[in-house]
């Protein structure tokens, strides 16, 4: 536990969790992660920007009482999800005068997840501002990153953008501050969340994304890992993130039971690396789900490699189909390469999974038993046929 100060009269005295392996109980955290809370002293007023996992509470009061905090006046909620907002009851009790600053979407979800007074709420709505004395924070209205309260608090006089969630990383990392040294380091832990939590959401970045550009800020400090002191670099990451460009890549998420499809995937690798193309595979049964994620992002095409089993689609790859499809990707093909042993119904299982992906299907390739000469033909056409897609837009 340690409050770190970020300008004069700022500090970080949020909680950083190093033992955390999940988020939603679906993300992956290799590298932990980190609740940061931001302490802003005015000359007349105390604000708390995002508080902490409630599990971590010890570690925010501990950095409270490190300086000595005698009073909170304002507790700024910029998103209602309980990683941030959880230890706000706790605190609500302890800093008795404290009022929870946040827009009605926020409040009104406050109020349902953690039971919060309606009477402890100060509503400010899009560029309203509040002064702590020589301290002014401005809020911004960003909807959508991930959820439909968010928003952004700007302190004015300091240029430090709150970012909460948006431009966040997961890392319990001690060091605070990317400098430009770290810029490399940071990059992949950045976009894996990018591509586990915003992904889906890029749009809303996109038609947001002025508000963030048109501001002076000096510093982004979200409330995940770490603070940019050069807020170009994340957001130059991001506008290239939210592009809709994808790029002469193939991904491969499969499953093999008895090394049929482990065959078909093994030779359609080959033939689309000999046309030129960017493979990456992911044997379901032991891949870090971010990683595909992170993979998915701009490939141009996905390839479903599935055995049947029981009739239907091996779980795994339906568990893969599932979680592709909330990611509304931006794949432009797709399509299946399977094998049976008697019968069954994968692929009509798998379109009807893939509702949110806008993708054309490509004929797939479903055998029966293990490829030979005919089926591994079959794998060659298709090579060609995304060979030649990936020419028709213009990325081979
Ligand atoms: Fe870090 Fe959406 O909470």
Known sequence: MSARKLTEGIFEVGARDWERRLFDELIPLPDGTSYNSYLILGSEKTALIDTVDPKTFDQILANLKKLKIKAIDYIIANHAEQDHSGSIPALLEIFTGAKVVTNSKCKAMLIDLLHIGGDRFIVKEDHETLTLGGKTLEFIIFPWV???????????????????????????????????????????????????????????????????????????????????????????????????????????????????????????????????????????????????????????????????????????????????????????????IGSYGWGGKALEQIKSMLYNVKAEILAPVIIKGLPGEKELSALDALADCIASKHKEIGII
């Not at 990317?178 to 992949?188: F, M, N, Q």
């Not at 002191?229 to 592009?243: A, K, L, M, V």
């Open 146 to 336: 991930h959820w439909p309260e968010t928003m952004l608090t700007y302190a004015r006089e300091d240029r430090i953008l709150f970012s909460c969630d948006l431009f966040g990383s997961h890392t319990a990392d001690s060091r605070l501050f990317i400098e430009k040294d770290r810029e490399t380091g940071i990059k992949e832990p950045a976009f894996r969340y990018f591509a586990e939590i915003m992904y889906p959401f890029r749009s809303n970045i996109a038609g947001n994304f002025e508000k963030i550009t048109s501001l002076d800020i000096s510093m982004i400090a979200p409330s995940h890992g770490a603070v940019y002191t050069n807020p170009g670099f994340i957001i130059e990451c991001y506008r290239e993130w939210i592009s809709d460009r994808v790029v002469n890549k193939v991904v491969i998420p499969f499953v093999s039971m008895h090394g049929s499809v482990r065959a078909m995937t093994d030779y359609l690798m080959d033939a689309l690396i000999d046309r030129g193309i960017e493979v990456k595979p992911f044997d379901l049964t032991a891949s870090d789900v971010g990683k595909l994620a992170m993979a998915l992002t701009d490939a141009a095409t996905v390839v479903v490699g599935v055995p049947t089993v029981l009739g239907g689609m091996h779980p795994w790859a339906a568990y893969a189909v599932y979680l592709y499809n909330l990611l509304r990707p931006k794949t432009k093909f797709v399509t299946v």
